[in-house]
């Protein structure tokens, strides 16, 4: 059996990431671009499309068909959010554990909480959080630094760099990384286990 699906939608102008995971063919379009066009025997594979949207209204319209066996369809359009400084994930416990109850975007890793909390959904303790950004380097050696109340981890394009994850007062932590020119991948992981909290990088 085969399927066709349209609608209109209301869109802000941004970034979109079109998603749908088919068994078996599938094709989707955004007024009239074909976006994803697999029109064949799949085993339930899943596929996605970023594309720019401009403000209004836009049709949408996915065509699916069924060959035999197993048959699924789903399909999810959503905003690519992009960060222009620090990816911040707030987690409401110690151990960057589940989903965070908290995404935004942070100017800098600096912050000097105390006893409050570091935002909406979040204690003043037992909380983490996990700072993500690229930056292009020129070739050399650069001196990293960290200050933090309790503990911080912090990875250059995936490797670990300093390494305090333990509860402490204010202390502060240094290393030297000879990088390439480029971009690297910069990642700052936190947690705050009780009392004063603060970090800065």
């Given at each position: 059996f085969s399927v066709r699906w349209t609608r209109s939608l209301a869109f802000?102008?941004?970034l979109y990431r079109v998603t749908v995971q088919a068994d078996d063919g599938v094709r989707v379009w955004i007024d009239n671009s074909l976006l994803i066009d697999e029109w064949s025997v799949g085993?339930?594979?899943a596929y996605t499309h970023d594309v720019n949207v401009a403000a209004g209204s836009h049709a949408i319209k996915i065509e699916y068909y069924e060959g035999g066996g197993l048959a699924a369809i789903h399909f999810a359009i959503v905003p690519v959010v992009t960060y222009s400084d620090w990816k911040a994930e707030y987690f409401d416990n110690p151990f960057l554990g589940g989903t965070p109850v908290l995404?935004?975007?942070?100017?800098?890793v600096s912050f000097e909480w105390g006893i409050t909390s570091p935002g909406q959904g979040l204690s003043p303790d037992k909380f983490s959080v996990r700072w993500t950004?690229?930056?292009?380097f020129p070739a050399g050696i650069y001196r990293f630094s960290l200050q933090a109340d309790d503990g911080v981890r912090f990875y250059v394009d995936g490797y670990l760099i300093i390494d305090e994850w333990h509860d402490s007062s204010s202390k502060s932590y240094s290393r030297?990384?000879?990088?390439?020119a480029g971009l690297h991948n910069l990642t700052i992981e936190y947690y705050e286990n009780s009392g004063n909290a603060n970090v800065a990088f």
């Open positions: 802000q102008a941004q085993g339930g594979a995404v935004r975007n942070d100017k800098a950004r690229g930056v292009t030297e990384v000879n990088l390439g």
